[in-house]
């Protein structure tokens, strides 16, 4: 698949102004600072689409990218650093479980995990959620280029082994080289 255009269509931070439509789209999760922006901007092929920030937990809405004018990448809220009230994360939650469990254009959620970190418990419950809700998901283990290349499959398997999921269900990524880009979108072609 080649991304010839994207664009930044809007953000939302009221359940109530969800995107209900037709329009197939993926979905990036995970925890703060494990390189969500930085991802979708590599995958797209554009610096400053999805802001990106040495600050964790800047994305605090569902932020709506429209690529190709074929399909959506969903941006939503980072987990697992809080800086803020117990009423603003509720919310974030809230608002994030709104749209995974809403969506009728959601196709595929990818779970961003950093491939140097064991998955926290933050993660292993995302992956609950989206098993039990039975909502179709990859794993894309990031920042693989501050790995030798030789130790980005043991990493791989790692986390595979440490969430009891299958190999072929982990995608490596760097932002920084654009490894795995070609895999990923692969994976989003076969989708839309």
């Known amino acids: 698949m080649k991304i010839t255009n994207a664009r930044y269509l809007t953000s939302v931070v009221d359940k109530d102004k969800i995107i209900k439509d037709d329009v197939t789209e993926i979905a990036f999760v995970g925890r703060s600072n494990v390189g969500k922006s930085s991802l979708i ?77 064991t998955p926290t418990e933050l993660d292993r419950t995302m992956i609950e959620f989206l098993n039990s809700y039975q909502i179709p998901y990859v794993v894309i283990a990031t920042k693989v280029d501050k790995l ?33 880009k070609e895999k990923v979108l692969d994976y989003i072609e076969n989708i839309i």
């Open 41 to 117: 901007n590599s995958i797209v092929g554009q610096r400053g689409l999805a802001k990106t920030s040495s600050t964790p937990g800047l994305t605090k809405m569902i932020n709506y990218f429209v690529v190709n004018d074929a399909f959506r990448i969903v941006d939503l809220p980072g987990y697992g650093y809080a800086k803020t009230g117990h009423k603003h994360i509720a919310n974030w939650a809230g608002l994030m479980e709104e749209y995974l469990l809403g969506s009728s254009s959601l196709k595929s959620v990818f779970v961003l995990l950093d491939c140097r970190i």
């Open 148 to 180: 030798a290349k030789s130790k980005i499959p043991q990493a791989c398997s790692a986390i595979a082994k440490e969430l009891g999921l299958r190999k072929e269900m982990i995608f490596a990524y760097s932002s920084e080289s654009g490894f795995g």
